[in-house]
């Protein structure tokens, strides 16, 4: 009775395995973030200040706080497997319904339904609804479920500010402060879950199948760099007339996504994954884990959404047959969009290496070091003169980085082989005697 009994929970939530990859439920959630990127894109160019930049930067937060959360719970349990389908499904909708509320996520526009309750209650599904699967698997541990009480305060706490961020604020409307206060309040609600989820949930984070995590996460990366292909290819509106400035922009935009990719994809993803793979203490793991994917991945994405940022804007003025064939003076704010986007990629990838490999990659840490210093000089010329130098600074940095690896990176790409390979004989043996 036991026995049965044991086997039917079973079913309805399987436990994930170390050599477990992504599945295609995960990959149908990944889908709504190429809708949220996009408009978490669209509306910081719909009002170009800092205050709003600053405003995207903690919604996109947020939607990774919510992603990583899905990615954890993927990891420990099979996602396309007993009643996980289902959580998906709903974790999905929710997740979409906050995208669709984002652009009044801040201030609650008329005629609809209202946008900060909705960002709100949407955040809190999407926890709850990961939590319970925890909690699920730690029915037996009464302790694990007492502490998993606890974890459940966090994005209730994190929910209650988000709410009063955003009535209270527009109560004062009047008021030179309303501002400053509705971000300080997001921004708590984001220390919240970021810290409390760092330390009261220490023992939660564990990696059962490195592979699976640090393909989720660049998975992510990937979907990052396709919204600044998307940006390439709608600008401000779709229709764009492809004259000489576009199409010009559109092949400078293109190699430095490319650049962008190779600079991550060619190496240092195979790199990230080894060492993982390799961590057999708990803590080197745990740090790789979090500090590494969860932390460091997230200015990677924050980079790419800011370089799509300045390619909207950079397109609409190519576009226009009101400014000069070259375009006109980039300007200091979007000189720090565009260039300060890829050096945080840049330097995202540095940091990446360091924490993980114990690696300083001086190629890139000179990338970004002359970044720095040249945005200001081109910050009055031309905007695609401006595109051009940036093209060829990056690109010149990422091929340094990738000619002068001294082996490893022949190392690293044959070691990945060999383990793609391996595994693709055991799939084939397995098919030839099961199929």
């Keep these: 009775m036991g026995n049965g009994g044991g086997t039917r929970w079973s079913r309805v939530v399987r436990p994930g395995a170390p050599g477990s990859r992504t599945t295609r439920l995960e990959l149908f959630y990944d889908l709504v973030f190429v809708f949220a990127f996009v408009n978490v894109t669209t509306l910081t160019a719909s009002l170009l200040s800092p205050a709003n930049l600053y405003r995207c930067l903690l919604v ?33 909708a929710a997740t979409f319904l906050l995208v669709l509320s984002v652009p009044s996520a801040f201030a609650d526009r008329p005629g609809g339904l209202n946008g900060p309750l909705v960002f709100a209650a949407c955040y809190f599904a999407i926890r709850m609804a990961q939590l319970v699967v925890f909690a699920w698997l730690d029915r037996s541990d009464p302790l694990r479920r007492r502490r998993l009480l606890l974890r459940a305060l966090l994005p209730t706490v994190a929910t209650v500010l988000l709410v009063v961020a955003g009535t209270v604020p527009q109560r004062l409307a009047d008021r030179p402060y309303a501002e400053a206060l509705q971000l300080s309040l997001w921004t708590v609600a984001l220390l919240v879950e ?15 199948s490195a592979g699976h995590w640090a393909e989720r996460h660049a998975l992510m990366v990937l979907i990052a760099l396709g919204e600044s292909i998307i940006a390439l290819g709608l600008g401000p509106k779709t229709g764009l007339p492809l004259v000489g400035p576009v199409a010009v922009a559109a092949l400078l935009g293109v190699l430095v996504v490319a650049v962008l990719w190779w600079a991550y994809f060619d190496t240092l993803a195979y790199a990230l994954e080894q060492a993982l793979h390799h961590a057999r203490d708990p803590a080197t793991r745990l740090r790789i884990c979090r500090d590494v994917y969860t932390f460091l991945h997230l200015p990677l994405i924050a980079g790419t959404i800011l370089f799509a940022l300045g390619l909207k804007d950079l397109l609409a003025d190519a576009a226009s047959p009101d400014t000069p064939t070259w375009g006109p003076p980039l300007g200091g704010f979007w000189v720090a969009i565009l260039f300060g986007g890829v050096g945080l990629y840049l330097l995202s ?13 001086w190629p890139l840490v000179i990338t970004v070091v002359a970044l720095a210093v040249v945005a200001p000089v ?40 060999e383990e793609q390979l391996a595994a693709e004989e055991d799939q084939s043996h397995w098919r030839r005697e099961h199929l």
């Design 349 to 361: 990838l540095v940091a990446c290496a360091l924490v993980a490999l114990r690696e300083v990659h």
């Design 194 to 208: 970021y810290v409390g989820g760092t330390t009261l949930a220490r023992r939660w984070w564990v990696v059962v």
């Design 378 to 417: 081109v910050a009055p010329i031309p905007e695609l003169a401006s595109l051009l130098v940036l093209a060829v600074l990056v690109t010149a940095g990422v091929a340094v980085e990738t000619f002068q690896e001294d082996g490893r990176r022949r190392r690293i790409r044959q070691l990945a082989l």
């Design 60 to 92: 996109l937060a947020l939607l990774w706080w919510s992603w990583t959360g899905f990615a954890r719970l993927g990891n420990a349990v099979r996602a396309d497997q007993g009643v996980l389908p289902v959580v998906g499904v709903v974790t999905v």
